[in-house]
């Protein structure tokens, strides 16, 4: 299933802080192409270019309706259609920035070499990812699948993202090629209107995949299902509003 900007956007701002929070600690950029890797709907390319006004500018991704949205939001940038898991970095670039896409590449260690390897002496890579598949919002999707409602439709089928290597593994990974590295953990908390809001904001990301491999006479049922769960984990407070917890993994290193 293609991504949906719209659906995506609908949380822009939520989604856009970590990309911003991930910005702030990639340090000045040497000569040579920024990148942003999964840029999506263009929302965290902005941000890239308002911070390197005079940087050489690329975005990528693998979908065709978020690159059009893209080229629509900034057309004075160059955006690529690439798969990002045997794309070939070109050398000498100045930054290599992906939020919230490698969490989808499951050799992303592999991937992470080779950006290093690729980057301009000084150059940064700097990566975020969601690490929320322990989070109820993730757990109930395949409680949900696994339910007997849905035994038969996800049979012999395994949706669930891998886990992430632990941060010492990303830092082993990387330290041969840099000059420093920063891991980091943040927790947002997103004060979202109701459960419904909450599976609207799942349905843009996480839960397509199951999405995806539920027939189409079935899906409003498994929605249903999914948001009664997620009603039951997620108490509304004294306003009715829900709190989404929602840790990300950080990480920037500068290639030596
Ligand atoms: C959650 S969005 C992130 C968008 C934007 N970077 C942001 O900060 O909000 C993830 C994006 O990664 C893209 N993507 C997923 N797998 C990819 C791959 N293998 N190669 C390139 N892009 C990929 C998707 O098409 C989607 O646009």
Known sequence: MAWSPALY????DERTRPARDLLAQVPDLPDGVAFDLGCGPGNSTELIRDRFPEATLSGLDSDENMLVAAAKRLP?????????????????????????VFQWLPNHLTIFER??????SGGTLAVQMPDNL????HLLMEETARSPAFTDVFAGKTIRR???PSPATYVECLAPQAA???????IYYHRLANAEAIVEWVKGTGLRPYLDAVPEDKRDAFVADYTDR????????SDGKVLLRFPRLFIVAVRA
């Open 9 to 12: 956007l609908k949380f822009e």
């Open 76 to 100: 004075g940038v160059t955006f690529e259609k690439a798969d990002l898991a045997n794309w070939v970095p070109p050398a000498g670039a100045a930054l290599f920035y992906g939020n919230a």
């Open 115 to 120: 950006l290093m390897a690729a980057l301009a």
């Open 134 to 137: 322990g989070e109820p919002s």
């Open 162 to 164: 891998n886990p992430m």
């Open 180 to 186: 420093g590295i920063e891991v980091w953990h943040t």
């Open 230 to 237: 997620i009603r039951a984990a997620y108490p509304a407070m």
